[in-house]
């Protein structure tokens, strides 16, 4: 049975920073290709970061300088960075791997 467990959500202040984890299970994580993905009310859901098993990275242009993506294998672990949050970063974020999907950690950002 596959997870993909996000945290690190939360309420944060316009220019605040904020770190979400996705930890995996039933997956061959070291070879899995893992995304981030987010959604604000009333829109549709988005791509922000795409980090490859071989850890190339690509970023949606509305957080490139400001997100970072990454992963430890070792831990069945993703995260994401963001920094420099404005309140258009509101949202829920899922992390994906292939069909797979979280089940979203809430940000919110306060101007």
């Known amino acids: 049975q596959v997870q993909l467990v996000e945290s690190g959500g939360g309420l944060v202040q316009s220019g605040g920073s904020l770190r979400l984890s996705c930890t995996a299970s039933?997956?061959?994580?070291?070879?899995?290709?893992m995304g981030w993905y987010r959604q604000a009310p009333g829109k549709e859901r988005e791509l922000v970061a795409r980090?490859?098993?071989?850890?190339?990275?690509n970023y949606a242009d509305s957080v490139k300088g400001r997100a970072t993506a990454s992963r430890d294998n070792a831990k069945n672990t993703v995260y994401l960075q963001m920094n420099d949050l404005k309140p258009e970063d509101t949202a829920v974020y899922y992390c994906?791997?292939?069909?797979?999907w979280g089940q979203g950690t809430q940000v919110t950002v306060s101007s």
């Open positions: 039933g997956i061959i994580f070291g070879i899995s290709n």
């Open positions: 994906n791997s292939y069909r797979y």
């Open positions: 980090i490859s098993s071989g850890n190339n990275i």
